[in-house]
Antibody
């Protein structure tokens, strides 16, 4: 059974760095074609893809946020970590991690999401 | 950068009716178009991948079709639980969503 769950702070101050952890089970990020993506959704708005890390360690980032994002993995802990620097109130959103199939880029399993508010 | 535009923004239909949701791409895309359903307070759920492949467990009233720049999600006979938000996705791009509401 594949599960993912996001964890991290619910509230961050503007200019701070956000660190979110995705803990997953039911698959391995060392298996060919397995990937984990981060996707966010501001309140009442559409989904926005942020980043992806692949089984071979390759990473991909949303072009407009590339300078602020870092994604890494710990295959022993079955975790993927997203850091986003210089947080702004416009970054307030529910952040999801999802398992991604590198063959067709679809996200077949999602975590429940973590709501992050950016406010002083 | 690929942009996906969904129409209509909101669709008002009754249970038992047929729903047709459209996703148009700003450039021709490969066959990696997916559709998701999202209900309030929940994460999105993958319905269709590869344009027309239904995820295991998704009812066969859901079907996907299309090619090039125009894709469609069809729900043949709406059930009460189908009224939700639907997104298309290709690679890094998501559409802005179509809200399916009960008339």
């Amino acid at each position: 059974q594949v599960t993912l769950r996001e964890s991290g702070p619910a509230l961050v101050n503007p200019t701070q760095t956000l660190t979110l952890t995705c803990t997953f089970s039911g698959f391995s990020l060392t298996t060919y074609s397995m990937c984990v993506s981060w996707i966010r959704q501001p309140p009442g708005k559409a989904l926005e893809w942020l980043a992806r890390i692949d089984w071979d360690g390759a990473t991909y980032y949303k072009t407009s946020l590339k300078t602020r994002l870092t994604v890494s993995k710990d295959t022993f802990k079955n975790q993927v970590v997203l850091t986003m620097t210089n947080m702004d109130p416009e970054d307030t959103a529910t952040y999801y991690c999802a398992r991604t199939n590198s063959g067709n880029y679809s996200h077949d399993y999602w975590g429940p999401g973590a709501l992050v508010s950016v406010s002083s | 950068e690929l942009v996906l535009t969904q129409s209509p923004g909101t669709l008002h239909l009754s249970p038992g009716e047929r729903a047709t949701l459209t996703c148009r791409a700003s450039q021709s895309v490969s066959g990696h178009l997916a559709w998701y359903q999202q209900k309030p307070g929940q994460a999105p759920r993958l319905l269709i991948y590869g344009v027309s492949s239904r995820v295991t467990g998704i009812p066969d009233r859901f079907s996907g079709s299309g090619s090039g720049t125009e894709f469609t999600l069809t729900i043949s006979r709406l059930e009460p639980e189908d009224f939700a938000l639907y997104y298309c996705q290709q690679s890094r791009a998501f559409g802005q969503g179509t809200r399916l509401e009960i008339k």
